[in-house]
């Protein structure tokens, strides 16, 4: 019965008070400043030699999983979430970076069965 | 005959002893994260063999080269990301507008959250209009599926080998995988436009909460989160 009326508590507000309209925009100009960023790096830096290419594509990735990050913790509001939800969630991703390894890994056997 | 319950006999109330959800979240919003997980695999399985190819090239096509102009303008060269720039900035905003109206459901603010998915809604079809440009431009210059240009050697940076097979290999991945992009963002609007209406007739007003536009969403901050992705996988790496 008591575990009911929790549940009923429970079912709306609570978790949804940490998204106030100051924090998106400040989201925002995160996401925005990331791809100022990857902008000048590609317009600028690169065409001009101060960063050689090899170097630029790592900082993209990691720039990306940046974008990334805010985008699931708080736009879609992952962060507030129950910790159970959050590895239901991010856990599984662990298979995606397994096919990375192993098909990078793969390619390089394939140039051989390109030539 | 004492009434004090022993250890073992009281009734658990802990999250995961049954009886609600250890995840606090309503059904449909789990299930949305699922099927959006699932989603991210099939996004992942495009965007890693399109990896694994471009890896296993020994050329490839370079993207400040194929993507150096504006399209629905007269710029046709020398303006390599700019127009994705656009594209990217419009689907960010959408997002930003689309989280707007999620926190204006918060608060039961109707009209405020109608007006964040109309916003939301353009968005949308501006991002499409602008991949609908591009993709135009692009079969002008006769990519497509199983297209190539005949020429290929502006396509390449000097000293990299001219290579038809990967440019084909190039052009199959990028329409095949911006348009499940595209075509994600097209429902994503349908979507929209469907909770929209919803919100006008006051559905949600009635059913006292707004959880079916955070569901939408969450679709639609994945479908940013993909073409965040797609962007630097194609454009700038």
């Given at each position: 019965m008591s575990a009911e009326n929790t549940h009923a508590a429970h079912h709306e507000g609570e978790e949804h008070e940490s998204m106030t309209k100051k924090k998106i925009w400040h989201v925002f100009w995160i996401l925005l400043g990331i791809t100022t960023i990857e902008f000048i790096i590609a317009l600028y830096l690169v065409p001009h030699g101060i960063i050689p290419l090899r170097a630029a594509n790592p900082i993209y990735i990691v720039l990306t999983l940046f974008k990334a990050f805010y985008i699931i913790a708080y736009f879609m509001h992952l962060k507030f979430e129950k910790v159970g939800l959050i590895y239901a969630v991010v856990v599984p991703v662990l298979f995606i970076i397994g096919l990375i390894l192993v098909l990078t890994n793969e390619s390089h056997h394939w140039i051989d069965l390109r030539a | 005959m004492s009434t004090a319950v022993s250890p073992i006999d009281e009734v658990k109330t802990t999250p995961?002893?049954?009886?609600?959800s250890p995840f606090s979240v309503e059904y449909g919003k789990i299930m949305m994260w699922f099927f959006l997980l699932s989603d991210a695999f099939t996004f992942s399985s495009l965007l890693i063999a399109y990896g694994a190819l471009r890896f296993s090239s020994n050329s490839w096509p370079a993207a400040d080269l194929i993507f150096q102009s504006v399209p629905g303008?007269?710029?046709?060269?020398?303006?390599?990301?700019v127009f994705v720039g656009l594209m990217t900035f419009i689907l960010i905003m959408s997002s930003v507008t689309m989280v707007l109206g999620v926190e204006a459901g918060h608060r039961g603010a109707k009209k405020e959250v109608a007006t964040w998915l109309i916003l939301t809604v353009i968005g949308g079809f501006m991002f499409l209009g602008c991949q609908a440009l591009e993709w135009r431009h692009l079969f002008s210059e006769g990519f497509g599926w199983g297209h190539i240009p005949?020429?290929?050697?502006?396509?390449?940076?000097?000293?990299a080998p001219v290579s038809a097979t990967y440019t084909q290999q190039f052009a199959n991945l990028f329409f095949t995988i911006t348009g499940f992009h595209g075509f994600h963002v097209f429902t994503g609007v349908i979507i929209n436009i469907i909770i929209l209406v919803n919100v006008l007739m006051g559905t949600y007003e009635k059913r006292g909460s707004y959880l079916m536009v955070e569901k939408v969403g969450l679709y639609w901050h994945f479908v940013d989160l993909v073409w965040v992705f797609v962007f630097t996988f194609f454009y700038l790496v």
């Open positions: - | 995961w002893s049954g009886g609600r303008t007269s710029i046709e060269h020398g303006a390599p990301l005949t020429d290929l050697s502006e396509f390449f940076h000097k000293g």
